[in-house]
């Protein structure tokens, strides 16, 4: 018989006769939640990336979560050859690796995806083939091993029901701030607007005398940027590995259908749905569960608001 | 996929030398072909994939192996050269990698896969070859009689034989309501059955099974399905997450009250037990194959053996103390193929149309006395079952390291046959 917590922990709470207490609802919710924030905001920052690549590019680049695991082993390396203190040594990660990868991502750029004309069937061929060549060269250079890399502090909070790790609660609160960061550099500054109006209409912005390749160029660089600033977020917490990529990447692309391909706003609004739900619904009853309904969204999503929640009707 | 030739193996530009200087030489007088033909054994390695940390270390031990039997004269005089083969730990390739050793490498045997789900994908294709494959895997499906005659685990004990043997101690100095973490997959679930049966049968209770997937890369949510009233913690993980799942149960006990906690070091190996964030381990107990820190009894052969791998007193590399071996599970490399060695001596191995003699020979085994042969210590082989029973050690963390507490008879890890391959046909 399948062991099902949500029982147990309503019996805990005593709303169900004891018998074996867990711990008790509330508590549980609260873990629940806490695993489902961090989640939700690492997942926010992957796919705020894929979708401003989608918004100004039409490109679905399917190398992302490559970008992702490139930013993790690049933090491996920061950390391993620089002799720092732990901290110290994260920070100069947090840096070195988004500017690295969004080189990476402004190379794949100029030499391939804009000699395919952004042509939208050839652009996910090429980044198929760049999602396996990411893979094999970091296999190659970085090994099979999957490396931890030491967080820059040790904190551990002590709830009166559990410990919770202090440094989870900081990834949450830096992604928020990287992510605050994107919508000012959007909203507020001229390289935001060029976007935007390259994201508008590209031949209307090229006629006013917007150099589109730059653009194009620096929208895939910053999108390689956030999700190789989010995998040095979460290094500390998993450890870099050459698979790492995948599951960021489904659960990006979930997020983005969800939300609407381009839609900024859609995307934030679908990471923290997608998020806390896997964090509630995979608590309660079970992982996988959480990834059937995740999908079923999806499929829901695609059938009766083809656009997403947030997004343009094309 | 790679491959590397070692031993005796040629490169290409030695061979090209060599053919030159023999045609020189041929105009003065015949050339002497004294060497005999290496036998060639084929190695399946999870260089790649989920069980790279495993696969680095076998790689190591089957060299160094290699090495002690080839300076000794090899096998019945001839030299002994290994092919090492990656499988990227993934079923459908392992079968593929049986089937390149055997028809593209012509190699003689098969050994060295560890993880469960692999074997248990590549095993019927070597059946179907009829090359003897020779797993060290610790799963229970070589002696439940779910494979074929010719795969055999003469160098590891398996999980059904360890979870029993200890069973009885886990209940008599840490408690009887245990709940169990473990892998869901096949490995993970001999775990949950065999362990679950010894402890009802020693009077103790499984109060909750808490099965995660391999791939999985977040632990914390699992951890509520503890319950409180839980006394022993049992725990069992496997692959590149590893420090991660132990990293979130010290988070979620710190080192504030928690039950005691008996982990399979399969969720440690590889792993720095000082990483940071491990601290709450100091006092659990570990179930050890092989014991990572040299003890104090170490024996003469474990020492030797220790060295010839170039492992530490602390059970990293010798060259690079963060490079933390499989200690604990390794060893079955080095005895399989010393038991390699003694079954193609007993057999008079020739070549391919001996496979089967040699198979017989080693169902033929029964005592293994500890020896350079079996580092580990004693074994008993079981010819019908295809499976070895050792030893196995409980370990207790103290000041950051490993401390044996209590070593199993091989009597108590022995359970009734659930299969004679020896009446199954070739």
């Known amino acids: 018989m399948p062991h099902s917590p949500l029982a147990e922990a309503l019996r805990g709470g005593g709303w169900l006769g004891d018998t074996r207490a867990q711990m008790s609802f509330g508590p549980f919710l609260l873990l629940a939640v806490l695993e489902g924030t961090v989640m939700a905001a690492v997942l926010a920052l992957t796919a705020v990336g894929l979708s401003l690549v989608f918004g100004v590019m039409r490109v679905v680049n399917v190398a992302h979560g490559e970008l992702y695991m490139l930013g993790a082993v690049i933090a491996w390396f920061v950390t391993f050859y620089l002799p720092l203190p732990p901290a110290m040594g994260w920070l100069a990660a947090l840096i070195i690796a988004p500017l690295l990868v969004a080189a990476i991502a402004a190379l794949m750029d100029t030499l391939i995806l804009k000699r395919l004309n952004y042509d939208p069937e050839a652009t996910i061929v090429a980044t198929i083939g760049l999602l396996y060549m990411l893979q094999q060269a970091a296999l190659t250079f970085y090994g099979p091993d999957a490396r931890p890399v030491v967080a820059p502090f040790q904190w551990r909070i002590q709830l009166p029901w559990f410990g919770y790790s202090g440094y989870k609660l900081f990834v949450v609160a830096a992604a928020l701030a990287i992510l605050l960061a994107v919508w000012l550099f959007m909203t507020r500054t001229k390289a935001g607007l060029v976007m935007r109006a390259t994201q508008v209409d590209r031949e209307t912005a090229q006629a006013f005398g917007i150099n589109v390749d730059r653009v194009y160029a620096g929208t895939f660089a910053l999108g390689g940027a956030l999700a190789a600033a989010a995998a040095v977020l979460i290094v500390p917490i998993q450890q870099a590995h050459y698979l790492m990529g995948h599951d960021p990447l489904l659960l990006s692309f979930i997020v983005v259908i969800i939300g609407g391909l381009g839609s900024i706003r859609g995307t934030l609004v679908a990471a923290l749905v997608i998020g806390l739900s896997d964090g509630i619904i995979s608590m309660f009853f079970s992982p996988t569960l959480a990834k059937i309904i995740a999908t079923l969204l999806v499929a829901l999503v695609l059938v009766f608001r083809p656009q997403g929640l947030f997004g343009a009707r094309a | ?426």
């Open chain 2, 1 to 426: 996929m790679t491959q590397k030739l070692i031993g005796m193996a040629p490169s290409r530009r030695a061979v090209l030398k060599g053919a030159g200087a023999g045609l020189l030489t041929a105009g003065f007088a015949a050339p002497v072909w004294s060497q005999a033909a290496p036998i060639k054994l084929g190695f399946q390695l999870h260089r790649t994939g989920i069980g790279a940390a495993y696969g680095r270390w076998y790689e190591r031990t089957a060299q160094a192996a290699l090495k002690v039997v080839n300076d000794a004269g090899g096998i019945n005089g001839r030299p002994v050269e290994i092919v090492f083969e990656d499988d990227g730990t993934d079923p459908k390739r392992g079968a593929e990698v049986v089937e390149k050793l055997t028809s593209q490498h012509n190699c003689d045997l098969i050994f060295g896969p560890l993880f469960s789900h692999v074997v248990i994908g590549s095993a019927p294709r070597a059946g179907e070859l009829k090359v003897p494959y020779l797993v060290c895997s610790e799963g229970f499906h070589v002696a439940s009689g779910m494979l074929n005659r010719w795969t055999m685990q003469p160098g590891i004990t398996d999980v059904r034989a360890q979870v029993s043997s200890m069973a009885p101690w886990v209940l008599a100095n840490l408690g009887k309501k245990v709940t169990m973490v473990y892998p869901d997959y096949a490995f993970g679930h001999d775990h949950r059955d065999f362990f679950s049966a010894a402890v009802e049968a020693g009077g103790g209770e499984v109060i909750a099974k808490v099965a995660v997937p391999p791939t999985e890369t977040s632990f914390t949510r699992y951890l509520p399905q503890i319950p409180n009233d839980t006394e022993v913690l049992y725990h069992v993980m496997v692959g590149p997450a590893v420090l991660t799942f132990v990293k979130e149960l010290g988070e979620f006990y710190g080192l504030g009250a928690k039950p005691q906690i008996f982990g399979f070091i399969d969720s440690l190996e590889a792993v720095d037990i000082a990483s940071p964030g491990l601290e709450f381990l100091e006092g659990t107990h570990f179930w050890e194959g092989h014991c990572r820190n040299q003890q104090a009894d170490a024996s003469e052969h474990e020492v030797a053996y220790r060295a010839a791998v170039g492992v530490d007193a602390n059970g990293a590399s010798v060259s690079d103390a963060k490079d933390v071996s499989t200690y604990a599970h390794m060893f079955s490399v080095w005895e399989t193929l010393h038991v390699i060695k003694a079954g193609m001596e007993a057999a008079g191995y020739q070549g391919p149309a001996d496979r089967q003699k040699f198979v017989e020979a080693v169902e033929a085994m029964t005592e293994m006395p500890e020896s350079l042969a079996h580092v580990q210590g004693d074994k008993v082989f079981n010819g019908k079952t295809h499976q070895v029973f050792g030893h196995q050690f409980i370990s207790k963390v103290e000041g950051g390291k490993l401390v044996k507490v209590h070593t199993t008879s091989i009597e108590d890890s022995i359970y009734p046959d659930a299969v004679d391959y020896m009446t199954q046909s070739f």
